[in-house]
């Protein structure tokens, strides 16, 4: 899949458009994004001045918004449904989330 990885602490110039493995996780809600928001905190994190400091490369982004690709059994959740989610990573075209966080 496609996701935006930041490779330096350059701010959105770091950015770069690339390849990388898909989310798979059996006990996670797997998310095909619709729309991931940008905040300032997501400006402080391609700078490397943020609270939490991730080391290039990442995928930056907190905030998602799409529909449920899958979900573990159990989850209240299921393929096509909407669904949304405060999760790191998530500048991608599909994201990862644990089901426990979107009740």
């Known amino acids: 899949?496609?996701?935006l990885v930041a490779k330096t602490f350059s701010g959105p110039s770091g950015l770069v458009y690339a390849d990388v493995d898909s989310p798979a996780d059996p006990a996670s809600v797997i998310i095909d994004v619709?729309?991931?928001?940008v905040?300032?905190?997501d400006l402080l994190l391609l700078r490397g001045e943020y609270q939490m400091r991730l080391?290039?490369?990442f995928i930056p982004g907190m905030e998602v918004a799409g529909v449920v690709r899958?979900?573990?059994r159990g989850s209240g959740f299921?393929?096509?449904q909407r669904g949304s989610a405060r999760r790191?990573?998530?500048h991608a075209m599909s994201a990862r989330a644990k089901s426990r966080w979107h009740r």
């Open 88 to 90: 790191r990573g998530v």
């Open 1 to 3: 899949m496609k996701a």
């Open 55 to 57: 080391e290039p490369p």
């Open 78 to 80: 299921t393929a096509g």
């Open 70 to 72: 899958s979900a573990p």
């Open 39 to 41: 905040c300032f905190p």
């Open 34 to 37: 619709g729309a991931a928001g």
